[in-house]
Nanobody
């Protein structure tokens, strides 16, 4: 079992920055991939940035050059630094970890970017 707790969401003006944090606990040694997804009401959840044990880091095209994912293994924490935010980045952001065939999810944190 892995538990994930996100923090750092909020309201920011377009062009601003936010940093999301995701603290993992439990069987973190079993984590293969970990990263961030986002979801807008009425739309499918989409991948934003993933640290993949096998292939490295993957970013959605829409966030490349603006978002940076990083991991502090000593703190079992994953960060998402979001710069040059746009109104279309508004969504609930979820942290997710994959352990074998099981996906774990955090409760989500709201990010709202005003124009």
């Amino acid at each position: 079992q892995v538990q994930l707790v996100e923090s750092g969401g909020g309201l920011v003006q377009a062009g601003g920055s936010l940093r999301l944090s995701c603290v993992a606990s439990g069987s973190t040694f079993n984590i293969d991939d970990i990263g961030w997804y986002r979801q807008v009401p009425g739309k499918q959840r989409e991948s934003v940035a993933i640290i993949n044990r096998a292939t490295g880091i993957d970013y959605a095209d829409s966030v490349k050059g603006r978002f940076t994912i990083s991991r502090d293994s000593a703190k079992d924490t994953v960060y998402l630094q979001m710069n040059s935010l746009k109104p279309e980045d508004t969504a609930v952001y979820y942290c997710s970890a994959r352990c074998g065939s099981i996906d774990y999810w955090g409760q989500g944190t709201q990010v709202t970017v005003s124009s």
